[in-house]
């Protein structure tokens, strides 16, 4: 579970600053502020555990994520689905889970289902 913690982790610290950077090119190109600001973003997570532990409150940690370091806990105290930038975390079948096309050996099938779904062909 740690290593789909920091993945998620990761993924935050990528996306946060993705979305300042929408907003303040927002003017510069003509679109309308008040409409990114309310933009909900949904993260996808297939693990129940780093969702379980995403979704705790901040500062809280289970007897298992003690050890964890506190650089993957932070991006809890930016999710708030009631706030001015919403982001959620949202549970994903794990056979809908298209992001296991660049990181786990698939068999063919499933390869060719994946890639369909992400490039059309």
Not at 93 to 120: E, H, M, N, P, Y
Request: aromatic share 6%; charged share 25%; glycine share 4%.
């Amino acid at each position: 579970m740690e290593a789909e913690y920091s993945a998620l982790s990761s993924a935050m610290r990528e996306l946060l600053p993705f979305r300042e950077l929408l907003l303040s090119l927002a003017p510069s190109i003509d679109i309308n502020t008040s409409h990114i600001s309310t933009i909900r973003t949904t993260v996808h997570e297939d693990n129940a555990g780093a969702l379980s532990l995403a979704k705790l409150k901040p500062g809280r940690i289970t007897p298992r994520s003690k050890h964890y370091a506190v650089k993957l806990h932070w991006f809890r105290s930016k999710l708030d689905p009631d706030g001015p930038h919403p982001i959620v975390i949202v549970k994903i079948a794990t056979d809908l889970q298209r992001a296991d096309i660049f990181t786990k050996g698939l068999s063919r099938v499933k390869f060719q289902a994946i890639r369909k779904q992400l490039c059309g062909w």
